[in-house]
T-cell receptor, first 113, second 115 residues
Framework: GQNIDQPTEMTATEGAIVQINCTYQTSGFNGLFWYQQHAGEAPTFLSYNVLDGLEEKGRFSSFLSRSKGYSYLLLKELQMKDSASYLCAVRETGPHAGNMLTFGGGTRLMVKP | GAGVSQSPSNKVTEKGKDVELRCDPISGHTALYWYRQRLGQGLEFLIYFQGNSAPDKSGLPSDRFSAERTGESVSTLTIQRTQQEDSAVYLC?????????????FGDGTRLSIL
């Protein structure tokens, strides 16, 4: 089984940088995903980490430390449209794992002018 | 279509009725997933289909829930004798193959309201 924790809500200012943390406990780690979900819409894929380190994609970066069971999503040059929920999801190993993900509760980010 | 398609987009029904939700995955995607998302909460895994293998039903909350998928095409999620606690958004996702870095692509969901 898995336990995934992330803050419920965060607030940041337009143009600033925000870091959304995710900690997890799993019996067999096999990758971590970040998704963005605007209210009333489907989650959309942002990033994937399976090895330790930082993955950068434009304004968004994601970091993973497997030994610490820790990841963060870093959003730079915040825009109003970045206001959304950010979902951390972990895939574990095992015969039935396949690509099955366990999601955290999501972090609701509000970007203010 | 280009993305995962779900129908209906909204469903309102009376407690005790049966409902059937439909998901059309992206063409060629062998893996298909159903999730439930209650208001303000994260995604709760329900069931996973991969090709012709037996589905992983470990997330289904009760025997009132069932799902089927024919080959690598459409899937239906059926909820029998609905309860108010079943009210949620039901999301379907598909992925190309259960490869190590293949993301899941989500549909817009079906918003189910049980009166």
């Amino acid at each position: 089984g898995q336990n995934i924790d992330q803050p419920t809500e965060m607030t940041a200012t337009e143009g600033a940088i925000v870091q959304i943390n995710c900690t997890y406990q799993t019996s067999g780690f096999n990758g971590l995903f970040w998704y963005q979900q605007h209210a009333g819409e489907a989650p959309t894929f942002l990033s994937y980490n399976v090895l330790d380190g930082l993955e950068e994609k434009g304004r968004f970066s994601s970091f993973l430390s497997r030994s610490k069971g820790y990841s963060y999503l870093l959003l730079k040059e915040l825009q109003m449209k970045d206001s959304a929920s950010y979902l951390c999801a972990v895939r574990e190993t095992g015969p039935h794992a396949g690509n099955m993900l366990t999601f955290g509760g999501g972090t609701r980010l509000m970007v203010k002018p | 279509g280009a993305g995962v398609s779900q129908s209906p987009s909204n469903k309102v029904t009376e407690k005790g009725k049966d409902v059937e939700l439909r998901c059309d995955p992206i063409s060629g995607h062998t893996a298909l997933y159903w999730y439930r998302q209650r208001l303000g909460q994260g995604l709760e895994f329900l069931i996973y289909f991969q090709g012709n293998s037996a589905p992983d039903k470990s997330g289904l909350p009760s025997d009132r829930f069932s799902a089927e998928r024919t080959g690598e095409s459409v899937s239906t999620l059926t909820i029998q004798r609905t309860q108010q606690e079943d009210s949620a958004v039901y999301l379907c996702a598909s992925s190309l193959v259960p490869g190590i870095n293949q993301p899941q692509h989500f549909g817009d969901g079906t918003r189910l309201s049980i009166l």
